[in-house]
C-alpha cells in the first residue's frame, strides 16, 4: 500500500523521490522492474539508512519536501533518526504521513499482521463470501482500499491547510481503520435490521438475484 499511495501521488502529478535500499530485498527480487507498476512516476535514491550520513541525505531532502510518506511497524522510523519530531523540526511545513496496520498505538500496533488480519477485525471478511466460508477479496479492503488511498487522502487534505497556516503535520493511517470506515454503511444497515450476519441473505452479499455472478454461456 504504501508504493500505490506515493504511486497515486505521483500519477496526479506530485515529483516523488523513492528512497531504496542500497542493497537488494527479498520482495525486490520478486517483481520484476519492467512490470512494477507501483514503481512507476518518481525518481528513485539508494540510500544506506544505518548510516549517519544516509539519514542526514534524506533530511536534506526533507528540508525541500511538502510531505514524506513512510510505512514502516511503529517506532521503525523514530529508531533510524526519521522520526515526525526529528523532520518537522527540519521543515515546520513537512506532512508527515504514516501507514500502519493497527495503529501507532495500543494492544495490537506492534502485533505482526497482513491485510487479510486488520478486514478481519472490522468484519468486512466475515461478510464477503459463500455460506459455507469468507474468501478473501484480493488485499484490496484493507491494504489499497484501507491503507494507500486513505493516506493519500490524508495527505492532500494536510498539505492544503499546510498552504494555509504554514503549519504541518502528522497523518497516521491505519488499513483497519480504513476498512472499518469502508464498512461503514454495512454498520449502519445492520444497526438498523436491514442486513443480516448470514452471508448470501443480502443484497449485496449475493441474496439477491439481480446483484449476483453467474456463468455465461460461453464457459466464462
Not at 533510524?80 to 501507514?99: H, I, Q
Not at 459455507?132 to 487534505?157: C, M, R, S
Not at 503535520?169 to 480504513?178: E, H, S
Request: hydrophobic share 40%; net charge neutral; aromatic share 6%.
Amino acid at each position: 500500500p504504501g508504493p500505490m499511495c506515493s504511486m497515486m501521488l505521483g500519477d496526479m502529478g506530485a515529483d516523488v523521490i523513492r528512497v531504496d535500499r542500497t542493497k537488494a530485498h527479498v520482495m525486490d527480487r520478486l517483481a520484476d522492474p519492467k512490470f512494477a507498476v507501483h514503481n512507476r512516476s518518481r525518481r528513485s535514491v539508494s540510500v544506506d539508512l544505518q548510516k549517519k550520513e544516509g539519514v542526514e541525505v534524506v533530511l536534506r531532502l526533507i528540508e525541500k519536501a511538502d510531505g514524506i510518506t513512510e510505512p514502516f511497524r511503529p517506532g521503525v522510523a523514530e529508531r533510524l533518526g526519521l522520526g515526525p519530531d526529528v523532520c518537522l523540526a527540519r521543515n515546520p511545513k513537512l506532512v508527515y504521513g504514516r501507514m500502519t496496520g493497527w495503529g501507532q498505538e495500543g494492544p495490537l500496533a506492534n502485533a505482526a499482521g497482513h491485510d487479510i488480519n486488520y478486514i478481519s477485525i472490522t468484519g468486512a471478511l466475515a461478510a464477503i463470501g459463500t455460506k459455507e466460508k469468507p474468501v478473501p477479496p484480493l488485499n484490496l479492503v484493507g491494504d489499497f482500499g484501507g491503507g494507500a488511498l486513505y493516506l493519500v487522502v490524508g495527505v492532500l487534505a494536510a498539505m492544503l491547510e499546510a498552504a494555509k497556516s504554514g503549519k504541518g503535520q502528522v497523518v497516521d493511517t491505519a488499513m483497519c481503520d480504513g476498512a472499518a470506515s469502508l464498512m461503514s454503511m454495512f454498520f449502519d444497515m445492520r444497526a438498523s435490521g436491514r442486513w443480516t450476519e448470514g452471508r448470501d441473505q443480502n443484497f449485496l452479499d449475493g441474496g439477491a438475484h439481480f446483484y449476483g455472478v453467474y456463468e455465461c454461456s460461453c464457459g466464462n
